[in-house]
């Protein structure tokens, strides 16, 4: 674990630089790829990988992986500020500031994470008890991120998007 303040601040920012820049090029791979562009596409994700490789690589010299269940609490406290004091404030300024993409995104985010919440304490209890979790399919609402599982709704009760916006994730 890195220890000098000077090595960690470059870390850290180094970390949330390669973050950005994996998930800037995923989305803009599926961009590429809604317009036919699939060799580009591809290169953009492969690069994705590259930069998630080295975020990777930063989080783990930060000494920021843990036990199973203090990655569990990790998750469900940053969902925790993100419901609590983050997404609030970011509505708030958004609606006061007269944004309505921006208001929508954050309240699409602020519902989402209040699920995501939950799910890290119920999984973070199951872990405690040395257990993993049930084994259960995913729906993630493509509109907003809501997430339940088993089934998508027909209707995702936060943005109104049919049942066919949902993408599933289940165990390989």
């Not at 090595?7 to 090029?25: I, N, P, V, W």
């Not at 995913?138 to 916006?165: H, L, N, Q, R, S």
Request: charged fraction near 30%; charge should be negative; proline fraction near 2%.
């Amino acid at each position: 674990m890195v220890k000098r303040d000077m090595t960690r601040q470059f870390l850290e920012e180094a970390y949330c630089g390669e973050s950005k820049a994996h998930m800037k090029y995923l989305i803009f791979a599926d961009e590429a790829e809604k317009k036919g562009l699939d060799n580009l596409a591809n290169m953009w994700r492969a690069i994705a990988h590259a930069e998630y490789v080295h975020a990777k690589n930063h989080f783990k010299a930060l000494g920021y992986v843990g036990s199973t269940e203090e990655n569990l609490e990790s998750s469900r406290e940053g969902e925790d500020f993100e419901i609590k004091e983050m997404y609030p404030v970011y509505n708030n300024s958004a609606d006061f500031q007269e944004e309505p993409e921006a208001v929508r995104s954050t309240h699409f985010a602020l519902e989402a994470e209040k699920i995501h919440e939950g799910m890290y304490a119920e999984a973070k209890q199951k872990a405690t008890e040395g257990k993993d979790i049930e084994g259960k399919t995913y729906f993630i609402c493509e509109v907003c991120g809501y997430t339940t599982w088993d089934a998508a709704p027909e209707k995702c009760p936060v943005c109104g998007a049919k049942k066919e916006m949902f993408t599933s994730f289940s165990n390989k």
